[in-house]
């Protein structure tokens, strides 16, 4: 009985199509050593974005690098690289026109990976904050302070790389005394997998 359970399983896995590009690759558990590559890095040049702000409308088209970091993943087999990023989003907006009030913030996050000269958007997050008010108030107030982490798991060709995080203005309501994004931390652990 437990013969036949095996060729069952035999078969099945000849028939397969391989996950990598040869056989010797996907029996590589054999080859690798006891102990695998580890790197971990910090952001290089955090740097707070703040929006500019004309008469109480956040001005448009404003983009702002949060911070990078670099790591050399040359030497890996089959690297993966764990991004994590934090900040907190901070902001003051008021409407006091008409019988419905609105503040909104729209922003969207990028992380670029720059890899053998190219740029490329490797994920994009978005942050939106809205509330509408339909209701005989004088004036609406928000204040503000929300963190916003993400975390990304990636897996670029072994070479040297960099990742940078991106922040842009997308879109805006009401009338602002600040907006800010503060206290960036951009991190990577970067591991071979074999």
């Known amino acids: 009985m437990n013969d036949s359970k095996y060729l069952i399983q035999s078969e099945a896995d000849m028939n397969r199509a391989p996950i990598y590009e040869d056989y010797d690759d996907f029996r590589h558990k054999d080859k690798c050593p006891k102990h695998k590559d580890l790197i971990l890095e910090c952001g290089l040049k955090p740097a707070d974005a703040f929006f500019e702000i004309d008469d109480g409308k956040v001005e448009k088209g404003q983009v702002f690098v949060l911070d990078r970091l670099r790591i050399d993943a040359t030497c890996m087999k089959k690297p ?115």
């Not at 901070?90 to 729209?106: P, S, T, Y």
């Not at 309501?173 to 652990?189: C, M, N, Y």
Request: net charge negative; aromatic share 8%; with cysteine.
């Open 80 to 194: 993966v690289v764990k991004i994590e990023f934090s900040s907190l989003i901070v902001f003051e907006a008021e409407d006091e026109k008409g019988a419905e009030h609105e503040v909104e913030v729209d922003l969207l996050f990028k992380l670029i990976r720059v890899s053998n000269g190219e740029k490329e958007v490797v994920q994009s997050w978005r942050y939106l904050y809205e509330i509408d008010v339909e209701n005989n108030i004088d004036e609406l107030e928000v204040e503000m302070s929300q963190p916003f982490t993400v975390t990304l798991c990636d897996k670029p060709v072994p070479c040297a790389l960099e990742y940078i995080m991106i922040v842009e203005g997308v879109d805006f309501e009401g009338e602002f005394d600040a907006l800010r994004v503060v206290k960036p931390e951009l991190s990577a652990i970067a591991q071979s997998q074999c």
